[in-house]
C-alpha cells in the first residue's frame, strides 16, 4: 500500500488480557514510531525504530509495553495484562530516513479500548 | 530534555482571514528540526511544514508559513486565507538532531473557521 498501515482499527480488550497491534510502515522507510494518543492530548511518544532496533524505548509507559520489528519493517507493539488506563488510540509513523527535514508519515491509529 | 508547549487550547478564526497557532520549545541541542501536523476529526496526522534550526529563511508552504524566532524558541503557524476545511486539531512538533531523534508533539490547538 502506499501508506502506513495499521491493524487492526479497533480492538476492544477486557482487563488483564493480552493485545497485539500491528504496524506496516511505508516500503523503505527505516525510521518507526509508536506513539499513544489520549482523547484531547497530543500523540506521546512510546518507542523508535530505527531498522530493526530500538533506538529509543524511554516513552513505554512500564514493562507491560513491548515493541519489535525484527526484519525492519513491520512492527508489533504488544500489550500485556491490560488496564483500563491503556485505552487510547495507538498511532504508527514512519519516515524515510534521519535526513533533516523528513517528515513522519502516520497511520489511522488503533483505538484500543479496554474494559 | 525536549519540550513543545502550545498555549491555545482553542482558537477561533473567520474565513478567508488568517490565524497564527502558537508553538514554543526547549530544547539545549543546537540541530533540530520543528515540525507542523493537522489532525482532522478523522484523526489522521498531516504533515504540513518543516523548519530546520539552521534555516536562516521561514519555512513556506502554501497558505501555510512558520514565523521562526529562534532566540525566543518560537516556531507559529501562521494559516492565511482560513478555509473551512482548516477546522482542525494542530499539532507543532520537535526533533532533535544530536540525540535520539524521536519527534515530541505538544499538546495542540484547536482551530475552528467560521463562515
Known amino acids: 500500500g502506499a501508506g502506513v498501515s495499521q491493524t487492526p482499527s479497533n480492538k476492544v480488550t477486557e482487563k488483564g488480557k493480552y493485545v497485539e497491534l500491528r504496524c506496516d510502515p511505508i516500503s523503505g522507510h527505516t525510521a518507526l514510531y509508536w506513539y499513544r494518543q489520549s482523547l484531547g492530548q497530543g500523540p506521546e511518544f512510546l518507542i523508535y525504530f530505527q531498522g530493526t532496533g530500538a533506538a529509543d524505548d524511554s516513552g513505554l509507559p512500564n514493562d507491560r509495553f513491548f515493541a519489535v520489528r525484527p526484519e525492519g519493517s513491520v512492527s508489533t507493539l504488544k500489550i500485556q495484562r491490560t488496564e483500563r488506563g491503556d485505552s487510547a488510540v495507538y498511532l504508527c509513523?514512519?519516515?524515510?530516513?534521519?535526513?533533516?527535514?523528513?517528515?513522519?508519515?502516520f497511520g489511522q491509529g488503533t483505538r484500543l479500548t479496554v474494559v | 530534555a525536549q519540550k513543545i508547549t502550545q498555549t491555545q487550547p482553542g482558537m477561533f478564526v473567520q474565513e478567508k482571514e488568517a490565524v497564527t497557532l502558537d508553538c514554543t520549545y526547549d530544547t539545549s541541542d543546537q540541530s533540530y528540526g520543528l515540525f507542523w501536523y493537522k489532525q482532522p476529526s478523522s484523526g489522521e496526522m498531516i504533515f504540513l511544514i518543516y523548519q530546520g534550526s539552521y534555516d536562516e529563511q521561514n519555512a513556506t508552504e502554501g497558505r501555510y508559513s512558520l514565523n521562526f524566532q529562534k532566540a525566543r524558541k518560537s516556531a507559529n503557524l501562521v494559516i492565511s486565507a482560513s478555509q473551512l476545511g482548516d477546522s482542525a486539531m494542530y499539532f507543532c512538533?520537535?526533533?532533535?538532531?544530536?540525540?535520539?531523534?524521536?519527534?515530541?508533539f505538544g499538546k495542540g490547538t484547536k482551530l475552528t473557521v467560521n463562515p
Open positions: 509513523a514512519s519516515s524515510l530516513s534521519r535526513d533533516r527535514g523528513t517528515e513522519a508519515f
Open positions: 512538533a520537535m526533533r532533535d538532531y544530536s540525540g535520539s531523534e524521536k519527534l515530541v
